[in-house]
C-alpha cells in the first residue's frame, strides 16, 4: 500500500469518527428530554382518566361549569408540552452539540401534542360529549320514534291520525308521501296465516283480494287462490269424505260407476282421482282376498278340512308358498299340534 494510499484511509477513518458522536455524550441530554417532556405525559394521563371520570359525573348531573372547570389545565398543559419541545431544539449551552435532529426524530417518535391530542378527543368523546348528549336529550327531549314504531302506534290508538301527519312532517316527509308510508306500514297477513284465518274466520271478498294482492298474486291468478283457499277451508271435511267413499265402495257398497261420480266432487284433478280409484281397487281386492282365506281357515277349525286341503286352497289366493304354509302352521299349532314337517297340498 502506497503512502499515499494509507494517507486516503486514514483521513476517510477520521472523518467517520468526526461525524459520529459518541453515545455517551448524547446521554445526559436524552435523559433530561425523558425528564421534561416524557415523565410529564405519564403522570398526566394517569390524572387525566381519574379527573375525566370527575368530568363525565358533572355531565351527566348537569353541572357544566364544574366540567369546564376541570377541562381547562388540559388544554393548557397540551400547549406547554408543545412548547417545551420547541425551546428544546436549540444548541444547548455551553457545548458545540445540536440537538435539533435528535429532537426532531424524536418529536416524530413521541409527537407528544398529537398523542394528547388524539388521546384528549377520545377522552372527551366518552367523558364529554356523549354524558353532554344524555343531558341534552333528556332536557329537551328533540327524538321521535321511528317510522314503523310511530304507524303502529297510531294502529294500536295512542293518537289521532292528525298527529301522526305532524310527526310524519317532523321526520321530513311531505303530506303526499303521508298516506303511502302508512299503507306500507299496515300488516298484511301472509298465505300461512290468510289460510289460517280463513279457517276460523269469514274474511270478505275484497279484503281477501287485497291482502292475496299485496303478497303477490298477479290479478289472473286470483281465481286459483280464491279456489285453493276454498279447499283449504274445508280440508279436513273433504278428507272425512274422502275417507266414507273409500270405506263405502271398498266394502263393496257402490259400484265402480258411482265411485266415479263421487270422486269428481273432490277438489283433484283427473290424474289424482285415477291413482286413488286405482289404489281403492286394490284396497278392495285385499279385503276380498281375505274374506276368501278366512273362510277356509274357519273350515278348518271347524274340522271340515284337514291341513293339506287348507293349504291346497290357500294356494288358490297366495301365489307365495311360504306364506300359506305358515298360515296353516300357525292353525295348527293353535290346536296343539307342533308340526315340523314339509306340508303338501291337497283335496281330501
Known amino acids: 500500500m502506497s503512502a499515499l494510499e494509507r494517507k486516503y484511509i486514514l483521513e476517510q477513518l477520521q472523518r467517520q469518527q468526526a461525524n459520529t458522536a459518541p453515545i455517551q455524550m448524547y446521554s445526559p441530554y436524552l435523559e433530561m428530554i425523558k425528564n421534561i417532556a416524557v415523565a410529564p405525559i405519564q403522570a398526566l394521563i ?42 428544546l431544539q436549540t444548541t444547548v449551552l455551553g457545548t458545540q ?12 417518535l413521541l409527537n407528544p401534542e398529537l ?42 290508538g295512542y293518537f289521532s291520525f292528525e298527529e301522526l301527519r305532524k310527526y310524519y312532517r317532523m321526520q321530513g316527509y311531505a303530506d303526499k308521501f303521508h298516506d303511502l308510508i302508512l299503507d306500507l306500514q299496515d300488516f298484511t297477513p301472509s298465505l300461512p296465516h290468510i289460510e289460517r284465518i280463513m279457517r276460523y274466520y269469514p274474511v270478505p271478498k275484497d279484503v281477501l283480494e287485497d291482502w292475496l294482492r299485496e303478497n303477490g298474486v298477479k290479478e289472473d291468478e286470483l281465481q286459483m287462490w280464491f279456489d285453493y283457499l276454498d279447499y283449504v277451508m274445508l280440508r279436513d271435511e273433504y278428507t272425512k269424505y274422502e275417507t266414507i267413499i273409500r ?26 282421482r285415477a291413482v286413488i280409484k286405482e289404489m281403492w281397487q286394490l284396497l278392495k281386492l285385499k279385503n276380498l282376498y281375505k274374506y276368501y282365506v278366512d273362510k277356509q281357515i274357519y273350515l278348518f277349525r271347524k274340522g271340515t278340512i284337514d291341513a293339506e286341503t287348507l293349504l291346497s286352497r290357500l294356494q288358490k289366493f297366495i301365489t307365495d308358498i311360504d306364506i300359506a304354509e305358515a298360515i296353516v302352521l300357525v292353525e295348527l299349532a293353535r290346536q296343539g299340534i307342533d308340526y315340523t314337517g314339509r306340508l303338501e297340498g291337497g283335496e281330501g
Not at 47 to 70: F, H, P, R, T
Not at 97 to 103: C, E, P, V
Request: glycine share 4%; no cysteine; proline share 4%.
Open 46 to 87: 394517569n390524572a387525566i382518566v381519574n379527573d375525566m371520570k370527575q368530568v363525565a359525573a358533572n355531565v351527566l348531573n348537569g353541572d357544566m361549569a364544574k366540567a369546564v372547570e376541570k377541562l381547562t389545565p388540559y388544554l393548557l398543559t397540551s400547549f406547554g408540552l408543545s412548547l417545551t419541545f420547541d425551546l
Open 97 to 108: 452539540i445540536n440537538l435539533r435532529k435528535t429532537l426532531d426524530k424524536l418529536d416524530r
Open 115 to 156: 398523542a394528547l391530542t388524539m388521546f384528549l378527543q377520545n377522552l372527551n368523546t366518552v367523558a364529554v360529549d356523549i354524558p353532554s348528549r344524555y343531558f341534552l336529550n333528556a332536557t329537551f327531549t328533540p327524538l321521535l320514534p321511528d317510522v314503523k314504531t310511530l304507524s303502529i302506534g297510531y294502529f294500536k
Open 247 to 272: 270405506d263405502l265402495y271398498v266394502s263393496g257398497y257402490i259400484s265402480d260407476a258411482e265411485l266415479d261420480v263421487y270422486l269428481q266432487r273432490l277438489k283433484a284433478n283427473p290424474q289424482e
